[in-house]
């Protein structure tokens, strides 16, 4: 059994990348597709492909780099993440995959994408806050959130855990979680949010109602603390189960192979 590392020895951007990775066990010999700036996906695609799912395949989104081996750059737009592609997809391509289930039956599509907002079914926000007419924030648009209805698979990640970002309706539906309208429009095999990663654990939806709920909680977090930072109620299993922190292995592999330079250590995660 492999030692696993104490608190202090990791970052939590360290234990989200790792606890991604974990999850791509599952889609080995699946297409996974990351956003622009996504260096905890990103990082986790690397570490995933190295130790769990040597046969993922993994789209930068945002410049098409497919199973980019260069080290852990800022985003990956970044020309540098093109040196240890595979292959570079054009535009008309990354369309053609994002939209595989519609076309092929042999194969998961699966995101990891984030939110400036994102309710308890799982509905995502990329586009403002407040009115659409008068918006209090704006965001970069919907992008590729609009393929929210045609992966088979999507989780969320995001940076901070908020009452502003975990919010109980999104005021724009860039992706539809587990709604009526989903179920109504939505093909059958695009299953749509399955877990959201955040600096305060790990959530899932409860097959019955479709609503958010605690699947394990990172180290030193309490239901009161992550409950109070969540603008829904969270449903919460009998016994809490904690999330796994990084082993020995993992963060060298994330340290000297991955993330060289540190850049997951330095992210600006709030909690």
Not at 31 to 42: D, E, F, H, K, T
Not at 112 to 127: E, K
Not at 155 to 168: G, L
């Amino acid at each position: 059994m492999q030692s696993t590392m104490s608190k202090s020895s990791y970052s939590t951007g360290e234990l989200m990348a790792v606890a991604i990775a974990r999850q791509m066990k599952h889609h080995d010999g699946d297409w996974a597709a990351v956003g622009a700036y996504s260096q905890l996906p990103a990082a986790a695609m690397k570490l995933a492909r190295i130790l769990y799912a040597p046969n993922l395949w993994w789209l930068a989104g945002g410049g098409g780099a497919i199973n980019s081996s260069s080290k852990l750059v800022t985003s990956t737009s970044d020309h540098r993440v093109l040196r240890g592609a595979e292959y570079v997809m054009n535009m008309e391509d990354i369309v053609d995959i994002e939209m595989w289930r519609y076309s092929r039956d042999n194969g998961k599509i699966v995101a990891v994408v984030g939110g400036i907002q994102i309710d308890q079914y799982g509905s995502s926000n990329m586009v403002c806050v407040g009115d659409y007419a008068a918006p209090k924030v704006r965001g970069v648009g919907t992008v590729g959130l609009c393929f929210g209805v045609s992966f088979g698979i999507v989780y969320f990640f995001t940076m901070h855990h908020t009452p502003r970002i975990f919010v109980e309706q999104v005021d724009f539906v860039s992706s539809p979680g587990h709604t009526p309208e989903r179920k109504k429009y939505v093909p059958p095999l695009c299953q749509g949010p399955q877990l959201v990663f955040s600096p305060l654990g790990i959530f899932d939806f409860a097959p019955a109602t479709g609503t958010m709920r605690i699947k394990s909680l990172h180290p030193g977090v309490s239901v009161d603390e992550v409950q109070s930072k969540t603008g829904f109620p969270l449903g919460v299993p009998e016994q809490v189960l904690e999330t796994e922190p990084p082993t020995a292995q993992e963060l060298a592999v994330l340290r000297t192979q991955v993330d060289p330079d540190g850049l997951l250590r330095e992210l600006r995660i709030t909690r």
